[in-house]
């Protein structure tokens, strides 16, 4: 077998997906902007590295059996920390970069209050952080540098009691019914294996067709992972502009990877023609199988808010905690990860389901994985099946029932930011 | 192709995956080999070479330079041409670069 030319056209393949989930519902929180979201944790959010250890120092005082049993309708306090927000050139790639995705959390859906922890002299200070969040009424939201409070002890002791004020208040957000069209899903794959590409990211491509037609949104991301498969994508753009915003990151990734001195190369390697792959678009288009059939109604860079509703994508590296991360900033609510060599990712504060490719690694981790596609490949359940079966696992997630990353309390290390540009 | 009488006939869904109704290949959930029958929606397609696990079952004749659809889409072109039931060949290296 060979591979077929890659001929751009825009708009050529366009599916409008099956309706049959519309009208569904989860339970919810709905914050003031409008949004639903599927948690309602505080966040500590830092402008810079420099406040990273004090800030996990406050959010561990709320850690431990029964510290939050008065308020049961708080998921819990998370440390926001980062290596950067300092020593960057503000205008920079990077510094464009890291500004959205701190935004793009203090703005999350899943967050009923907040803290903004900075040192006091760092270059994304807390007052301009805060003020470019332009939070909506109704979020608590606290400020205060190291510097100004008079040390980690201080600011430590002086944050303890801030949040210990807020509590109450955040703890009176209650779930109601949303409609499905409100769930944001982020989707990834890591550690895939031969089978990903049959079992986990078709079932999952299922599922986000299902959500689509019911009028939700499903994020596919991982551009590098999609090169070779990506004219099939721009055949599914609602617009010419929608397919070209894609190529665009593409030739970005493409000038990218040459000045790091690699090459944007996604072949099959022997490896993968072993395990049966042929082609280049063979392997691609396993990947791009999450986001099933559905039109491409936006493209987005990293981390930026996603407006849209449908099938969209965000541009970011194949790397799972940095593509997460984005696809998290940008709103998602909740992740559905396919792994096949076993992932043990979570991304809170949205919730992670982890989909296992294969029944092997699912029995050897089953306490990391929330459902085996691998039946698919046992012939015990057949696509469509597991396909639904997602569907109703991410509604179920969304209302409240917990992953097993979330059982883990995983997530605030897996919190890393795309770090690209220069660096002073 | 004409079914062998000794021909073992079971559901294509049991030893394989056809990830859209309309793909030209189906892919093996475990070895196949010659002397299978297997019965889906498009028909009863004999497998004609061994197909090992997780790789491509042809399940219609292929000609030369026609083209292999998967997950609905085309993957390639075929080099040679490829039987219906027979295991859909491995490149060589380099010869699938894009």
Not at chain 1, 226 to 242: D, S
Not at chain 2, 18 to 47: N, S
Request: contains cysteine.
């Amino acid at each position: 077998m060979d591979n077929t030319a890659r001929e751009h056209e825009f708009g050529t393949a366009r599916v409008t997906p099956p309706d049959t989930m519309r009208g569904r519902t989860f339970l919810g929180y709905r914050r003031p902007d409008g949004r639903v979201g599927t948690r309602n944790f505080i966040g500590v959010i830092t402008s810079v590295n420099c406040s990273a250890s004090t800030a996990r120092m406050i959010a561990d005082q709320f850690r431990g059996i029964g510290v939050l049993d008065a308020y049961p309708h708080v998921d819990g306090v998370m440390a926001i920390t980062h290596g950067s927000g300092c020593g960057l050139v503000p205008a920079s790639e990077g510094g464009q970069m890291l500004l959205p995705t701190l935004r793009g959390y203090a703005h999350h859906p899943n967050f009923g209050g907040l803290l903004v922890l900075g040192l006091g002299c760092e270059m994304i200070s807390v007052a301009s952080l805060a003020e470019g969040l332009e939070l909506p009424e109704g979020l608590h939201v606290e400020t205060l540098t190291i510097q100004d409070t008079g040390g980690i002890r201080a600011t430590v002791r002086e944050a303890v009691e801030r949040i210990q004020r807020m509590l109450p208040v955040v703890d009176l957000a209650r779930r109601t019914p949303a409609d499905v069209s409100e769930l944001v899903l982020g989707m990834n794959c890591g550690g895939s294996d031969g089978y990903s590409g049959i079992t986990a990211n078709p079932a999952l491509g299922l599922a986000s067709d299902l959500l689509v037609g019911a009028g939700g949104t499903s994020v596919l991301a991982e551009t590098p992972e999609v090169f070779g498969a990506e004219h099939l994508l721009t055949r599914r753009a609602v617009t010419p502009e929608v397919g070209r915003r894609l190529l665009d990151r593409l030739e970005w990734w493409d000038r990218y990877v040459t000045a790091g001195g690699g090459t944007l190369d996604n072949n099959p390697s022997p490896g993968n023609k072993a395990g049966g792959l042929t082609t280049i678009l063979e392997k691609s288009l396993g990947a791009v199988a999450k986001g099933g059939s559905a039109e491409l109604s936006a493209v987005y860079e990293y981390a930026e808010p996603i407006t849209e509703h449908g099938f969209v994508f965000m541009d970011t590296p194949g790397y799972d905690p940095v593509s997460v991360t984005g696809i998290v900033a940008g709103g998602a609510t909740v992740v559905c990860f396919t792994t096949g060599r076993g992932s043990v990712l979570g991304s809170k504060p949205a919730p992670t389901i982890k989909l296992a490719t294969n029944s092997e690694m699912y029995r050897r981790m089953h306490e990391d994985m929330d459902l085996n596609c691998g039946r698919i490949v046992d012939g015990t359940a057949t696509l469509e099946e597991v396909g639904r079966e997602i569907f109703e696992k991410i509604l179920a997630v969304a209302s409240g029932e917990k992953s097993v990353s979330e059982q883990l309390d995983l997530g605030q290390d897996e919190f890393q930011p795309w770090q690209v540009g220069a660096v002073t | 192709m004409t079914e062998q009488p000794t021909a073992q006939e079971l559901p294509l869904a049991e030893v394989a995956i056809l990830l859209r109704p309309d793909d030209d290949v189906a892919i093996a959930t475990r070895d196949l080999t010659p002397g299978l029958a297997l019965r889906y929606a498009g028909g009863v397609v004999a497998v004609g070479t061994t197909v090992p696990r997780a790789h491509k079952l042809a399940l219609r004749a292929i000609p030369a330079g026609g083209q292999v659809h998967k997950y609905g889409q085309s993957i390639g072109r075929a080099t040679r041409d490829i039987a219906a039931g027979e295991h859909v060949p491995q490149p060589r290296d380099g010869q699938h670069r894009a």
